[in-house]
């Protein structure tokens, strides 16, 4: 099997186990799902392919701060789901807020000197 498929395999996995968990424990699932699990596994790829450290630095780094603008996102859905808005608007609304955070992001990044 190649390597892309089981890389694509694995992440999958954690994927539908935490949709899983979810149906069971909701809180539980926001936990498993609120762990770096995405990232480490991209470090550990990233790690096998290049052996670079100075690469992983970086994309750790960067991540940290892609991570912040997408953080409202998690406040602003259960607030809209909760004042009687759909689940679909209500993502996409979450969504768009994460859009234009990221923009900010990346506006604001050379100004502050912030390794992206």
Known sequence: MSYFAIKTIVSALIIALISEIARKSPGFAALVASLPLVSILGMIWLWRDTRDPAKIASHSE?????????????????????????????????????????????WLAPRFNLPL
């Not at 409202?72 to 979450?94: D, K, N, T």
């Open 62 to 106: 960067a991540t940290f701060w892609y991570v912040l603008p997408s953080m409202p996102m998690f406040l602003v859905l259960p607030w809209l789901l909760r004042s009687g808005w759909g689940f679909w608007p209500s993502l996409v609304v979450g969504s768009a807020l994460t859009v234009l955070l990221y923009l900010l992001l990346l």
